[in-house]
């Protein structure tokens, strides 16, 4: 107990101790996938104020996947084409404020490129990266490794994430 109250010298008296407080794990983070679920900008920064108030110190932003990718891409115009709606996207603007704002509160973000698999919104900007394929399972949008565009697309759309997000070199890609 930090104050006690002496009854009998009527006085309240503070007890001095140390506090060591350190999070467990260098890594602390969540995940918010915005491609499944749209969250508009003031969301997202009450997202990362509870992740600053828990202790989090990464901001996991799963940014496209199947079913949207509302990321702008300078390099590659055409990928948010396959976001919900004209409305439903993350300028760059957008997003190097979102990453400014997770940075002043010490949180670190970490977008998600889901690739190969789960396509399907990046095949609406750019039809000739995906398979035509039968398969559903997992998707039945995905990239087609034969072609060269499908590997300039991806170097590309990584290093223009990985230059935004100023992230060391460190993206994730789904895998599946």
Not at 79 to 107: H, P
Not at 137 to 145: C, F, I, K, W
């Amino acid at each position: 107990q930090m104050i006690l109250y002496d009854f009998e010298q009527d006085q309240y008296t503070i007890n001095i101790g140390i506090i060591k407080d350190k999070p467990r794990f260098k890594h602390r983070g969540l995940l918010l996938d915005t491609s499944r679920h749209f969250h508009p900008i003031p969301a997202i920064k009450h997202f990362i104020d509870g992740l600053q108030y828990a202790k989090f110190n990464v901001f996991h932003w799963h940014i496209y996947d199947e079913q949207a990718a509302p990321f702008e891409s300078k390099v590659f115009p055409y990928v948010w084409n396959g976001s919900w709606s004209i409305i439903e996207r993350y300028s760059e603007s957008d997003i190097l404020k979102i990453i400014q704002y997770a940075n002043e509160r010490g949180i670190r973000v970490i977008p998600e490129f889901d690739t190969p698999g789960h396509a399907g919104a990046l095949c609406k900007g750019y039809p000739e990266l995906c398979m035509k394929t039968k398969c559903k399972q997992p998707s039945e949008h995905l990239l087609d490794p034969s072609k060269e565009f499908t590997w300039k697309f991806l170097d590309g759309l990584f290093k223009e994430g990985i230059k935004r997000f100023n992230t060391t070199n460190l993206i994730h890609v789904g895998c599946d």
